[in-house]
């Protein structure tokens, strides 16, 4: 079995901590305008796209007005293919799935839709615990203080709901509930501690079925 991803989701649909181990397209990075700490430590990668736009426009247009030999076109021709290629493995290179705070506005989307069609066509008794697809199996447990944890594992994992509930009463109540830095509760910045996230590391690591 394979852990890929673990969510935190707050009452107020907020993500507030994401941390994962397996995921084989790794996610990227929010835009600096969706950016909110504490939540997850991707790395965030500057593009400096329009920089280099500005030093190839820079190297095209500081020839001199007089004439010129063909060897310096030449060069300035190779510097500015050179530019361009670089620029073009930069942008290969960046992870080409979606940014984080879409991704995880979508996975708490899927949650609360698939919540209201049980509800709908079983019953208020009827609880929402899991859904499978053929890539993925998706694992929730609600909190009663309204958090929801969100575990992604291998379709062919059994339901690993007990998992979600040791890292609430474990390492969730003692370094983050219990945590007087920790701001609870708080729209502007998530849950994410290194004494919470260490917790979480070493408990999921320390699984039998963690592969």
Request: glycine share 4%.
């Amino acid at each position: 079995m394979t852990i890929y991803s673990l969510y935190i989701f707050d009452r107020h649909c907020d993500c507030v901590y994401y941390q994962d181990w397996h995921r084989t397209k790794p996610t990227r990075a929010p835009s600096s305008q969706n950016y909110k700490p504490g939540v997850h430590r991707i790395p965030m990668i500057t593009n400096n796209i329009n920089s280099e736009e500005t030093f190839n426009k820079e190297s095209i247009f500081s020839k001199s007005l007089g004439s010129q030999n063909e060897n310096k076109d030449h060069n300035s021709l190779i510097s500015n293919n050179s530019i361009s290629n670089d620029k073009d493995k930069k942008l290969n290179s960046l992870p080409k799935g979606l940014p984080f705070d879409e991704e995880s506005k979508l996975v708490y989307g899927v949650i609360l839709s698939l919540k209201n069609m049980v509800k709908k066509l079983s019953g208020k008794d009827e609880a929402f615990t899991s859904y499978s697809t053929s890539s993925y199996k998706l694992h929730l447990f609600d909190t009663p203080t309204n958090y929801r944890f969100v575990l992604l594992s291998d379709p062919s994992s059994d339901s690993l709901r007990f998992i979600l509930r040791q890292l609430y009463v474990g390492p969730f109540l003692e370094y983050v509930i219990r945590n007087p830095l920790v701001k609870i509760d708080n729209r502007i910045e998530g849950i994410d501690n290194d004494l919470f996230r260490l917790a979480v590391d070493k408990h999921m690591k320390g699984l039998s079925m963690f592969n």
